[in-house]
Antibody, heavy 115, light 110 residues
């Protein structure tokens, strides 16, 4: 069974930084593109970034490029999202997903950006 | 405003059929496979359809997908109250180099 478990969320002040992590299990992590998707309260899905199996190719949503960095550790079966210069509009549930166009989703973790 | 366009809501009675349309453009739906997701209240999305019309194991055949040009359609037959959820389409966009989602459609089973 594919399992994706996010961690690292919480409350952060505007302008602050936060790093999300995702522990993957139940599949060969190094065989798949991985990605992050978020969902603001009461809103739809917003794809943020993905990363190739070897970590050498990444794509970002324009509104987070330069502020967010996706990375992975294939030895640890983990995916990360470093977020900086956070804004109120970054408040959302953040999902770790397998594949660029997701086929499996984590349970999600809440990031709240507020003074 | 979402790159892919879906109706905000649809409704139908139990046992009936409903369709949800998702329209895009040549550089997204026109050239790339589409997935559909079901999001039940307070849960993460779940893959319903991939590659336009394929069902993952465990998804009942009451759910089906089709594609024509730059639009796709999700059909749900034999509606059940448990199908009440938000439904999203998504695919890669060659112009933006990102995955784009529709705005979501809320299904109400009356």
């Amino acid at each position: 069974e594919v399992l994706l478990v996010e961690s690292g969320g919480g409350l952060v002040q505007p302008g602050g930084s936060l790093t999300l992590s995702c522990a993957a299990s139940g599949f060969t992590f190094s065989d798949y593109w991985m990605a992050w998707v978020r969902q603001a309260p009461g809103k739809g899905l917003e794809w943020l970034a993905n990363i190739r199996q070897d970590g050498d190719q990444k794509y970002y949503l324009a509104s987070v490029k330069g502020r967010f960095t996706i990375s992975r550790d294939n030895a640890q079966n983990s995916l990360h999202l470093q977020m900086s210069s956070l804004r109120a509009e970054d408040t959302a549930v953040y999902y770790c997903v397998r594949k660029g166009l997701p086929d499996n989703w984590g349970h999600g973790i809440l990031v709240s950006v507020s003074p | 405003q979402s790159v892919l366009t879906q109706p905000p809501s649809v409704s139908a009675a139990p046992g009936q059929m409903v369709t949800i349309a998702c329209s895009g453009a040549t550089f997204n739906i026109g050239h790339n496979p589409v997935s559909w997701y079901q999001q039940l209240p307070e849960t993460p999305p779940k893959l319903l359809i991939y590659d336009n019309d394929r069902r993952p194991s465990g998804i009942p055949d009451r759910f089906s997908g089709s594609k024509s040009g730059t639009s796709v359609t999700l059909a749900i037959t034999g509606l059940q109250t448990g199908d009440e959820a938000d439904y999203y389409c998504g695919c890669w966009d060659n112009s933006l180099s990102v995955v784009v989602f529709g705005g979501g459609t809320k299904l109400t089973v009356l």
